[in-house]
């Protein structure tokens, strides 16, 4: 997804100072869907590296008021109030892929930024007064109003907001909602930002769990290379000698055990090796069948640990879970690979 993409379905905004990762990615969790890095008592050098922490989250992440260190920061965009660089001189810095957002406190400072090429999205406020503006009078609950009926570019309230007032500011029409205090200052960011978001957004949640599932997903296909001309992955490998392994033990079996079921353990065993014939050859349909024997032996063995009765079933039992399941796993995505499209030329 792009970040405009993003932005169209983004509903909980944080800005904070420099924080630590696993901070960050605790209010992420709890569903905030963009973070802003605005510290001004860094200096370049201090703003680059705190950008860090902030940067692949699964969430938007927007630098306040630098367009010129967006670029080294890895920010998807920046936010310029009314007393900063204009829209265009941003957008002429960042370039036409990212995101630029526009602080405005009256409605004539909205319809300007609506009207604007270079805005992506607005902050509405400060609703109420609040200490992260001082000096700044609230702009009231009539101009989230305003917004609501004129605005249809992505916007967000913001200014004083926290769980107590926010149902007045959605009912208000306010589709997001931006923070500093409500997140920065609770004890447990993940448990705030829920509760942030339960009310900003409560239809939301499954659609956002489900866009950075796909984010999540897009990501781990783009780190995954093609197969090249006759490759086949070393976890493919691995099965294929398994299966035929297996197969052959189950045709010893049919042919040495005079209480066995031979017509089964056959079947079983040609399954084994048709699995092995179209695994050797990386055929997608095969690693699949083998995964799902996999799957029932890993359920077997789960229930054979239940009820192991001594230290030996024990053992037995977590090895083949062990085995099984890293076995799997790597399966897993080898079949990704397998379903990519093929270098040009294979």
Not at 47 to 53: D, F, I, K, P, S
Not at 159 to 165: K, L, S
Not at 219 to 238: D, H, K, N, Q, Y
Request: proline fraction near 5%.
């Amino acid at each position: 997804m792009t970040p405009r993409e993003r932005l169209a379905t983004a509903r909980l905004y944080l800005v904070c100072d420099a924080r630590p990762r696993e901070w960050l990615a605790a209010a992420v969790r709890g569903g905030v869907d963009i973070v802003q890095l605005r510290d001004k008592s860094l200096d370049d050098e201090g703003l680059v590296a705190a950008a860090q922490e902030f940067r692949d989250l699964g969430v938007l992440f927007v630098l306040n008021d630098r367009p010129d260190l967006v670029e080294a920061c890895g920010a998807d965009g920046v936010h310029v109030g009314q007393d900063d660089m204009p829209p265009a001189e941003a957008r002429a810095i960042v370039g036409p892929d990212r995101i630029v957002g526009r602080s405005t406190h009256a409605p004539d400072q909205a319809d300007a930024a609506q009207a604007d090429p270079d805005v992506d999205y607005l902050a509405i406020g400060p609703v109420w007064e609040t200490p992260t503006k001082l000096g700044r009078p609230a702009a009231g609950l009539e101009y989230v109003e305003y917004a609501a009926r004129t605005v249809t570019k992505p916007w967000f309230a913001i200014g004083g907001i926290d769980a107590a007032n926010l149902s007045a500011v959605v009912d208000r029409g306010a589709s997001g909602i931006v923070v500093v205090r409500a997140i920065g200052e609770a004890d447990d960011p993940e448990a705030a930002a829920r509760e942030l978001a339960d009310v900003a957004a409560p239809d939301d949640r499954m659609r956002r769990g489900y866009a950075r599932s796909r984010e999540r997903d897009d990501a781990v296909r783009a780190s995954l290379e093609p197969l090249e001309r006759g490759e086949r992955p070393g976890a493919v490998t691995v099965a294929t000698v398994v299966a035929a392994v297996a197969g052959l033990l189950l045709a010893a079996q049919a042919a040495f055990d005079d209480g066995a079921d031979v017509r089964g353990l056959l079947i079983f065993a040609a399954v084994m090796f048709l699995a092995a014939a179209g695994m050797w050859k990386a055929q997608y349909w095969a690693v699949l069948g083998f995964e799902f024997f996999l799957g029932l032996t890993l359920v077997f063995a789960a229930v054979s640990l239940m009820f192991a009765g001594n230290v030996l079933g024990v053992v037995y039992s977590l090895a083949i879970l062990a085995g099984s399941g890293v076995l799997f796993w790597k399966l897993v995505r080898a079949m990704a690979r397998l379903q990519m499209p093929k270098r040009p030329g294979t």
